[in-house]
Antibody, heavy 117, light 110 residues
């Protein structure tokens, strides 16, 4: 059974760096073809793909946010970490992590991050 | 990268069929067979309904089907049920080796 869960701060101040952790079980990020992605959704708005890391450490980023994002994995801990720098109120959203391949087939419950001073 | 284009809303009566379109370009929808569709109920995480253009994950009703023609993908829900009322999002792999979602479609079951 594949499960994922996001964790991190619920409130960050403008200009701060956000660090989110996705802790998963039921699969290994050392298995060929497997990846974990991050997707966010501002309140009342659409989903936005942010980043993805594959089993072989191949990393992909949303071009619009690439300069602000870093994704890493810790295979031994079954964790994927996303950092986003220079947070702004427009970054207020629910942040999800999800398992790949074949589409994002398993999702975490999401974590709401509010950016406010 | 620009979001894929979906209608903001569609509606249908119970038992009817509806189709949601998802229009991209030759650099995403039209260029790859990596289109997926997601259903999202309010306050819930998205659920994968279709992957690789037309494949259904185990457990997803066969009332959900999908296809692609050129730069436009389509999701069809037949035999509409009240529980199908939700937001639907398409997603595609791109030539930049990234992923892009559509703007979402709100399905109302009348």
């Amino acid at each position: 059974q594949i499960t994922l869960k996001e964790s991190g701060p619920t409130l960050v101040k403008p200009t701060q760096t956000l660090t989110l952790t996705c802790t998963f079980s039921g699969f290994s990020l050392s298995t060929s073809g497997v990846g974990v992605g991050w997707i966010r959704q501002p309140p009342g708005k659409a989903l936005e793909w942010l980043a993805l890391i594959y089993w072989n450490d191949d990393k992909r980023y949303n071009p619009s946010l690439k300069s602000r994002l870093t994704i890493t994995k810790d295979t031994s801990k079954n964790q994927v970490v996303l950092t986003m720098t220079n947070m702004d109120p427009v970054d207020t959203a629910t942040y999800y992590c999800a398992h790949v391949p074949g589409g994002f087939d398993y999702w975490g419950q999401g974590t709401l991050v509010t950016v406010s001073s | 990268q620009s979001a894929l284009t979906q209608p903001a809303s569609v509606s249908g009566s119970p038992g009817q069929s509806i189709t949601i379109s998802c229009t991209g370009t030759g650099s995403d929808v039209g260029g790859y067979n990596y289109v997926s569709w997601y259903q999202q109920h309010p306050g819930k995480a998205p659920k994968l309904m279709i992957y690789h253009v037309s494949s259904r994950p185990s457990g997803v009703s066969n009332r959900f089907s999908a296809s692609k023609s050129g730069n436009t993908a389509s999701l069809t829900i037949s035999g509409l049920q009240a529980e199908d009322e939700a937001d639907y999002y398409c997603c595609s792999y791109t030539s930049s080796r990234t992923w892009v979602f559509g703007g979402g479609t709100k399905l109302t079951v009348l």
